[in-house]
């Protein structure tokens, strides 16, 4: 759940953090990144250029520390999203130059840490946040199982009249980003488990399994075997949410429990595959009160630079017109990347289709939308 503070708020928590005695007692630092994109977008009755924010992975400053203490490691995060012309708030019919900016907490938790494992208390992301993401490309920006940068277009239909939009047919199941207590048990083999308790009762459970097979040199001359010589880094999550009290609302009916997972696998000559999967109960009957997608995508990494194809398909999602009814959707695209660790730079394009299949009788199905995108992000620590 977003939270929207002021701009007088952040300054009243930097002068807290920055001056005051008493709170730099442990040791903290600043870090962020901006992430700005230009979208060209085609809804088939419309196209427009314009220049975003990219909600996928938004422009974002972050503030953290930490202090050891006899075997108990205490510390905390507060981190904010700061977008101008957020891509998962505009469409393609932008009436002006700017959205008027806005201040999003991200976080502002603390946490307890040890052998035992961690615990995070306060705004955050919950056990399953990222769960349908796992991504070894290296073309994560430019295109993956996530359609914030997308999800504001409307589809039209012949007329020009609106048929709901991207996200109305396409979602990665994940967790939220909410107030919570979350508990991460310590890695055990590579594997994590995590679980957290949130606002209105929203649980999740979430595991996480990473591995390192090998010695990754991640160049293919130099590797022993062209396909599996030199190592791999394998990288799986799976996660579960339910909320009977207060579902999260999706058009005009309710999520009452999904689960999501992901794997990727990435090959010391440069070849990845990625994967997810994920799935959605809804509290009504009929033909949609259950939907379900998968995703793929096929990579080759070389050096700092990326290059990947994906496809993806929903099935029985609500109609945006007849939520009773079913809707279809399919998309599929290629993306390039290319990243500076120092100073950590990424550039990035994409080039998407995103086509939605009605199930009402007699009705024809909207025009395809048709995205091209390109970025760039800087981080700093």
């Known amino acids: 759940m977003a939270r929207h503070v002021t701009t007088s708020t952040l300054l009243a928590l930097a002068a807290v953090f920055l001056f005051s005695e008493t709170a730099i007692a442990i040791d903290y630092k600043i870090s962020g990144q901006v992430n700005r994109m230009i979208r060209f977008a085609d809804d088939g009755d419309h196209s427009d250029i314009q220049h975003l924010d990219n909600a996928a992975n938004q422009t974002r400053l972050r503030l953290k520390g930490g202090e050891q203490l006899d075997g108990l490691k205490v510390g905390f995060k507060w981190e ?25 907490t991200r976080h502002a938790d603390l946490y307890f840490s040890g052998r035992w494992g961690k615990v995070r ?3 955050g992301n919950g056990a399953a946040r990222y769960a349908g993401r796992a991504d070894n490309s290296g073309t994560e920006l430019a295109h993956g199982n996530d359609f914030r940068h997308v999800s504001a277009i409307q589809y039209k239909d012949s007329g020009g009249f609106t048929v709901g939009f991207v996200d109305d047919v396409f979602t990665s199941y994940e967790g939220s980003r909410d107030d919570r207590l979350r508990y991460d048990s ?27 097979v090998g010695e990754m040199v991640n160049s293919s001359e130099e590797s022993s075997s062209w396909l599996f010589g030199g190592g791999a880094e394998v990288d799986f999550r799976l ?21 999501t997972g992901s794997g990727s696998v990435l090959l ?12 959605q109960e809804l509290n009504t009957t009929g033909p949609a009160d259950e939907n379900s997608a998968w995703y793929v995508k096929l990579g080759y990494k070389t050096g700092a630079l990326g290059y990947s194809v994906d496809y993806g398909q929903s099935k029985d999602m609500p109609d945006p017109l007849q939520p009773n009814e079913t809707a279809d959707g399919t998309h599929y695209g290629l993306g390039v990347q290319y990243r500076l660790d120092k100073p950590g730079l990424d550039l990035y394009a994409s080039y998407k289709t995103y086509q939605q299949e009605r199930s009402v009788t007699g009705v024809p199905d909207p025009d395809d939308v048709n995205v091209f995108v390109v970025g760039s992000r800087i981080q700093f620590n």
């Open 80 to 104: 904010t999203g700061l977008a101008s012309n957020a891509s998962d708030s505009l469409g393609i019919n932008q009436t002006s130059n700017d959205d008027g900016g806005s201040f999003v």
């Open 239 to 259: 996660g579960y949410t339910m909320n009977p009290r207060q579902p999260q609302l999706l058009g005009s009916t309710w999520i009452d429990s999904q689960w």
């Open 186 to 212: 310590p890695k055990l083999g590579g594997l994590k488990l995590k679980v957290s308790h949130g606002v209105e009762d929203w649980t999740e459970l979430g595991l996480a399994y990473s591995l390192l």
């Open 268 to 279: 010391a000559n440069g070849f990845n595959f990625t994967g997810a999967y994920g799935q």
């Open 121 to 123: 208390l306060g705004q």
